[in-house]
């Protein structure tokens, strides 16, 4: 129990399996190399003769495959991310992913002969209404049909894949055990960067100065993780003939590449009247004409920093969320009381936040590091908005219930900003009122300018590396250029500061991921509007784009709402969203 913050809830990960050692986790993973076994037997090599009805019946028995792997990977995954420190912890969830990698690697050929089927022959299989179900994800899935690689390849590269994944784990486990000097103190890296958006400003600076040496002190470990993830990348693409190295991640979440370079363009475009005009603001309001950048998220001197209990935490998200719909709230309270949430900071808990989907048979997973913040109380309203997205699209099954990331965004985004104009409504006066919308718009700066500039510097880190390994100095060069571009002329940086891009697990994890933000938060600003506007049936609309999961693109989703993410002007309205929010802050 803690004396301010409450009783922060664990989590329950029995709901998957007993424990690592339970009779019941290695039945399961008995029964699936066993079933995988079967499966093999029954359809290598004769994908491309079957008849609708017997492929929808391997479609259902490899879906089946599915939930059970995905139930044993989300529990080695979670056990691990607990406490990354741990090497029992490791060692588990390494074992489990190669088990899963043995059993998956019996399941390769499905894919690509189903990529083998003449379209024509497909066309005439799917008259077949089992099949027919399945018609989104033989869709998905032949979408890398020009990208596959012959049956040999696949194979080798799916066994080595166990091996690239050690590179991440060394990231994870490098991050989680390293600890920064702090006034006496060894802080983990959630605690210390909680100590960036302090109201003391030498507290900020300490802090800032602490986390730029640990990170500067481990920079060629990081640098040689990026450089070896980012040539393996460069391989895999040169292999499967991707055009750039953003390709995959495109054709993964199902947008095209104009889409996706609509909106980086327009959101660097943007940076003048967005992230340097707002910053230029904040000095002003700090008395000075510049700001060491450890000032980027200092709370203004009206700040509301009372310490928010968890249960009033929980009070506010579900009220928000119930005001705007009753059946999005009693979604969202499933997930209290009940073990789907672990939030107390912990040394060695992985960091930052996340929803874990697990499987439709079991419920997702939150993981926060709730230090009573309101921002942190944003942090359950965005993560418990990804856990409500996937309750309502588990109805797919395993195969469908998936969102891309360019939308999978949008619950969690939408959430946050129902939170926000709730807790907005409350203000008492003028100041506050200031102060909170200042909070929301450096919220906003940092999930559209801030996550569009990690995309700016990927994609140039990714073609430079491709002229030869980049020492962590020329990493730095192109970090401080993207960052002073993006933020702009209010802020001076120190030497430390070129080691801050060594945290960010995206571009480790998940290459060019952090463009799905601000999609969404674009997205989200122009279906907001749309329910300002008392568009006819906007909540019921909303909860089936939910229900859908990945059963639909994004044209499909957004057409109820008379949007379109093509429209050349959808993401410059989003954005001045963003933009009237700096207007009222200046009349302010």
């Not at 166990?162 to 600890?179: C, G, P, Y």
Request: glycine content about 6%; proline content about 5%; charged content about 25%.
């Amino acid at each position: 129990m803690n004396a301010v913050l409450g009783e922060l809830p664990t989590w329950n990960l029995a709901d998957l399996y007993s424990s690592p050692t339970g009779s019941d986790l290695d039945a399961d993973l008995k029964r699936a190399a066993a079933n995988a076994e079967a499966f093999a037997k029954a359809y290598e090599g004769k994908v491309t003769i079957l008849d609708g009805k017997t492929l929808a019946e391997a479609v259902a028995q490899y879906e089946a495959l599915s939930d059970l792997t995905g139930r044993i990977g989300s529990y080695a995954s979670l056990y691990y991310a607990q406490d990354m420190a741990d090497p029992e912890r490791g060692r588990f969830s390494q074992n489990v992913s190669e088990a899963l990698n043995d059993i998956w690697a019996k399941l390769l050929f499905f894919k690509l002969d189903i990529n083998k089927i003449e379209d024509d022959a497909l066309a005439t299989k799917l008259q077949e209404p089992a099949l027919e179900k399945y018609a989104p994800w033989l869709r998905d899935v032949r979408i890398f049909r020009p990208h596959d690689l012959s049956d040999e390849l696949e194979k080798f590269l799916h066994d080595h894949s166990v091996v690239d994944a050690t590179w991440s784990r060394l990231f994870d486990e490098t991050i989680a055990r390293l600890r920064y000097p702090f006034r006496g103190e060894q802080l983990t890296e959630p605690q210390i960067l909680d100590k960036l958006s302090n109201k003391d400003v030498a507290v900020r600076k300490e802090a800032a100065k602490s986390f730029g040496k640990v990170q500067g002190d481990n920079i060629g470990v990081f640098s040689l993780i990026t450089n070896t993830l980012i040539k393996d990348k460069e391989i895999g693409d040169r292999w499967r003939r991707y055009e750039r190295p953003q390709s995959y991640r495109n054709l993964a979440n199902v947008v095209e590449d104009e889409v996706v370079d609509a909106l980086a363009s327009a959101v660097k475009a943007a940076y003048p009247r967005l992230s340097h005009r707002y910053y230029k603001l904040k000095a002003k309001w700090f008395g000075v004409d510049t700001m060491p950048y450890w000032d980027r998220n200092a709370p203004l001197p009206e700040h509301d920093d009372r310490t928010i209990p968890w249960n009033e935490a929980e009070r506010i998200v579900l009220d928000a969320y119930h005001a705007f719909s009753p059946e999005l709230a009693h979604v969202g309270q499933q997930f209290f009381g009940t073990g789907w949430i672990d939030a107390p900071p912990r040394p060695g808990k992985a960091p930052g936040a996340f929803a874990h989907p697990t499987v439709p048979s079991a419920h997702p997973y939150l993981l926060l590091n709730y230090q009573g913040k309101v921002r942190d109380v944003m942090t359950l309203a965005h993560e418990l908005g990804h856990g409500v997205h996937q309750v309502l699209a588990a109805r797919q099954g395993p195969l469908m219930a998936d969102t891309p990331l360019t939308l999978a965004e949008t619950a969690s985004v939408f959430g946050e900003m129902l939170t926000f104009q709730s807790l907005l409504k409350t203000a008492p006066d003028k100041a506050a009122r200031k102060a909170m919308l200042a909070g929301k718009v450096e919220d906003m700066l940092n999930t559209v300018v801030r996550q569009i500039a990690f995309y700016e510097f990927e994609s140039r880190l990714h073609m430079e590396r491709r002229k030869g390994e980049l020492t962590p100095e020329a990493i730095g060069e192109v970090w401080m250029a993207v960052q002073s571009e993006s933020l702009g002329p209010a802020f001076t940086f120190d030497e430390e500061y070129r080691h801050y891009w060594s945290y960010i697990g995206h571009f480790i994890h998940a290459p060019f991921y952090v463009y799905a933000y601000a999609f969404g938060d674009c997205l989200v600003n122009s279906l907001y509007a749309a329910y300002q506007s008392g568009q006819k049936d906007f909540q019921s609309k909303y909860l089936e784009m939910l229900k859908a999961g990945g059963v639909k693109r994004h044209k499909e989703l957004l057409a109820p709402f008379g949007l379109d993410a093509s429209d050349p002007g959808f993401w410059d309205r989003g954005l001045g969203v963003i933009s009237g929010f700096v207007d009222e802050l200046e009349t302010l």
